[in-house]
């Protein structure tokens, strides 16, 4: 049985975080991005967010960069069986030996790259706020633009680390981190421009989904994109009536006449 159960409520935000129940109903959403998010709410569960140790959260994000869930995983959990311990985790990473936190991390790809970029990473927290815990404490108590700031201040981290480090850390509400599956889907719906880069879709995002229900919403996005919305064969192509947002979908970039599926960038304006 999993030590993370599904909760009896969808919940955007964590308890630890200032998070709160959330009510999903598309009838009386206030826009189609809401609306597209409330059928989500339907059909998908929601995990709790906030609660997870920031530099741990900062660091798994680092390693999923560029890879799957499936090959980072096992990486970051052969870095914390070596590096964890019961020390600060920061000071572990800060003075760990470069070939050898590579080889830990070899499973997540781009090793060399990702484990110089870790071992940098640690040693900026330790030197301005002489621990991960403090660093923690920062992630949680300050302002979030500030935070998003100081994150994105620091080598590879982009965009998407520094939000998914305010939401699965800091718990902060009105925050939608933008992956590649959001990116296509909602440009593909029509919700952002089709050439948008990924901060003009999180903009646009965040300003049209009500904020308790952006962590809700960036975990559900990518669900549906698994199993629904895919880049290369969405369930559209095949069967108009496949997905459940087919009523509320442009499809822009998506042709089920012809069987061709281009980018939402390269599609006729």
């Not at 800060?94 to 990702?114: D, F, M, P, V």
Request: aromatic share 6%.
């Amino acid at each position: 049985m999993s030590d993370d159960p599904e909760p009896t409520v969808n919940i955007s935000g964590g308890t630890a975080g200032g998070g709160v129940a959330v009510e999903f109903d598309p009838e009386s959403a206030d826009t189609r991005a809401e609306e597209i998010v409330d059928r989500l709410g339907e059909r998908y569960w929601q995990k709790t967010y906030g609660g997870q140790d920031a530099f741990t959260c900062l660091v798994r994000t680092i390693l999923s960069q560029n890879t799957s869930d499936k090959a980072s995983q096992p990486a970051h959990d052969a870095l914390l069986e070596r590096y964890g311990g019961e020390g600060d985790l920061a000071e572990s990473l800060a003075t760990a030996e470069r070939s050898q936190l590579a080889e830990t991390i070899s499973a997540a790809g781009l090793y060399n790259q990702k484990s110089k970029i870790i071992i940098e990473t640690a040693e900026w927290v330790l030197e301005e706020f002489d621990s991960a815990v403090a660093f923690d404490e920062y992630v949680t108590d300050e302002a979030p633009e500030t935070v998003r700031d100081t994150l994105l201040s620091v080598r590879g981290v982009g965009p998407k680390t520094a939000d998914c480090v305010l939401l699965f850390a800091g718990g902060r509400p009105g925050i939608f981190p933008v992956d590649t599956h959001v990116h296509r889907i909602y440009r593909r719906l029509g919700i952002a421009p089709a050439d948008a880069d990924h901060e003009t879709v999180r903009e646009v995002l965040e300003r049209e989904v009500p904020a308790p229900k952006c962590g809700f919403a960036h975990t559900a996005t990518i669900q549906f994109g698994r199993e629904y919305c895919t880049a290369r064969k969405p369930a559209c192509l095949e069967d108009p009536d496949a997905c459940p947002m087919g009523d509320l979908c442009e499809q822009v970039g998506v042709y089920p006449e012809t069987d061709e599926v281009v980018d939402p960038a390269d599609a006729p304006g």
